[in-house]
């Protein structure tokens, strides 16, 4: 039996997650993740799909997420019919998530065709709307944890708590010859995201062991994060919290309206009650947000039983904010004040309304609770920029910039180490996704001889194709193409690379002594462009 391993996404990068498995009777699409972060990988958003969706059979989605489900309605729209398998936590947080990616996908193209008109350029359409994202909300169909399920001809799967947010999953598979009920069938483990051990609101992640291969997340590869505890989480907080609103200032938190706004209402609105930090306005300043914990509320029997949603919901510090109007209006309120918002990686949503209004402000802090992948503007903030461009206008960095990364949805890397020797054996290989190159070569370093050997480890590129039946995977160079060349996916791109050198740019003027210094400036710039221009 052949059978075809292809990682259509996050390999070398944190988004678009996205494996195509191929057996002699069935396609199986393991998740089908939007793109995040620089330009050139947000392109192949736009792209063509590296396989013809009408092939596909079955996906098998591991959780809600955007950068995991966050492309689903354009695989339907481009031709897939077949079924999409999630838990029932996952199909019910994507009735929400995926319409609201289409209302922004539809948004930021009226701003651009708007904008494109002006410079006489073409228009341009979304990705899928909102319409295309409900049309593909019918072709999901619910799971149940650890039970087996016919996914085609010859392939089972069974899906189990990865623990990292509401419904997600570790999908375990099966492959066999349809004639050959009898042989031991291939099998294959893949992580999906893993949650850390000790989460809010998720039970610890689990799995099976005896595998011939797995697929494992690697996003916080090369982290080890000081051991914690829930009252250290709070206490961490509680001190942001003070230091940000003191005097009045403002709190900006970006966050994942999925799992992380919800964690931080709990230890929020508990600290203020307890008197254990300022008691000031927290605007839940995010649509899908409050949806979302809408959907965690309906599913509290399978959150930790110690908390009560309902009661943070009805807290009287916190304040929703559906409308844009609602959300204009924060801007006048005067005193200390928390807003949260999406998204978590500041790349959209109306977090990046309030940063143009507060990051020139030294009255103002920006708490970072998530992972900010790189070509994002959350990254560029963690990475002490100090301008940014939003909207395209130049905002000076003034406000605070904090981390804190003990409300993570992701394993560390000792945790993620102990999650696959607890897998073993791993008999014929470990394929690293999900992952930028430091959390990759991380996470190899703790893994290569120490508990599997280092011949056994893989850490694919974009659209490498594996044949997995024997008895180590073997890549399959011929007759695939490649749509991007394996530095444009680790590497900043010019769009990134432009922003930062027309900021460079208004930074020296802006420090040259004269305009007399600003004229040598702006003519060895023109030189250098004309010198380039002669060589062509």
Request: net charge neutral; proline share 5%.
């Amino acid at each position: 039996m052949s059978t075809i391993l292809k990682f259509c996404g996050a390999t070398r990068t944190v988004t678009g997650s996205c494996f195509l498995l191929e057996t002699a009777g069935s396609r199986v699409l393991i998740d089908c993740g939007l793109f995040q972060g620089p330009k050139t990988l947000k392109a192949l958003n736009y792209s063509a799909f590296p396989f013809r969706p009408a092939d596909i059979d079955t996906v098998l989605l591991t959780h809600a997420h955007i950068d995991h489900s966050g492309l689903l309605p354009k695989l339907m729209r481009e031709g897939f019919t077949g079924r999409i398998f999630a838990t029932r936590g996952t199909i019910d947080l994507c009735s929400y998530l995926l319409p609201d990616a289409g209302n922004i996908q539809e948004s930021e193209v009226r701003t651009l065709n708007s904008r494109n008109a002006r410079r006489g350029r073409p228009e341009v359409a979304p990705i899928y709307t909102a319409a295309d994202a409900i049309e593909a909300l019918n072709a999901f169909r619910p799971v149940d944890y650890e039970t087996w399920l016919s996914v085609g001809p010859g392939v089972r799967a069974r899906y189990w708590n990865a623990g990292h947010l509401l419904g997600s999953a570790s999908i375990e598979i099966e492959c066999r010859d349809d004639d050959d009920n009898e042989g031991k069938p291939l099998r294959i483990l893949v992580s999906g995201d893993i949650g850390p051990n000790a989460k809010l609101l998720q039970p610890e992640p689990h799995a099976p062991v005896d595998f011939d291969y797995v697929i494992a997340e690697s996003t916080y590869g090369d982290t080890d994060r000081p051991a914690t505890t829930e009252a250290a989480r709070r206490k961490r907080l509680a001190t942001e919290v003070r230091d940000a609103v003191a005097g009045g200032g403002t709190l900006l938190v970006p966050a994942f309206a999925v799992e992380r706004t919800q964690e931080l209402l709990v230890d929020l609105i508990d600290l203020m009650e307890r008197g254990e930090s300022p008691s000031v306005p927290v605007f839940l300043d995010s649509p899908l947000a409050i949806r979302a914990t809408n959907v965690f509320q309906q599913h509290s029997e399978s959150l930790n039983p110690n908390i009560n949603l309902d009661r943070v919901m009805r807290s009287p510090y916190l304040r929703f904010t559906e409308t844009v109007d609602e959300s204009k209006a924060i801007s006048r309120f005067s005193g200390g004040h928390i807003i949260i918002a999406g998204s978590g990686m500041c790349d959209a949503g109306r977090i990046r309304h309030h940063l143009r209004q507060w990051l020139w402000h030294k009255a103002a802090t920006v708490l970072l609770v998530g992972f900010q992948a790189q070509g994002t503007l959350g990254r560029f903030l963690a990475d002490g920029a100090t301008a940014v461009r939003i909207f395209g206008e130049e905002i000076k960095v003034a406000a605070r910039i904090r981390r804190l990364d003990e409300y993570s949805g992701h394993a560390d890397g000792p945790e993620l180490a102990r999650w696959v020797a607890a897998r073993r054996p791993i008999r014929r290989g470990l394929f690293l996704v999900h992952g930028e190159e430091p959390a990759l070569q991380g996470l190899s370093s703790r893994i290569a001889e120490r508990i599997l050997p280092e011949a056994r480890l893989f850490v694919p590129i974009l659209d490498d194709v594996y044949e997995l039946s024997s008895e180590t995977p073997t890549p399959m160079e011929a007759g695939h193409r490649r749509r991007l060349a394996p530095e444009a996916v680790v590497s900043l791109d010019w769009h990134n690379e432009m922003s930062g050198l027309i900021l460079d740019i208004n930074a020296r003027i802006d420090a040259a002594a004269d305009d007399r210094a600003r004229g040598v400036i702006i003519r060895r710039l023109r030189r250098a462009l004309n010198e380039e221009q002669d060589r062509k």
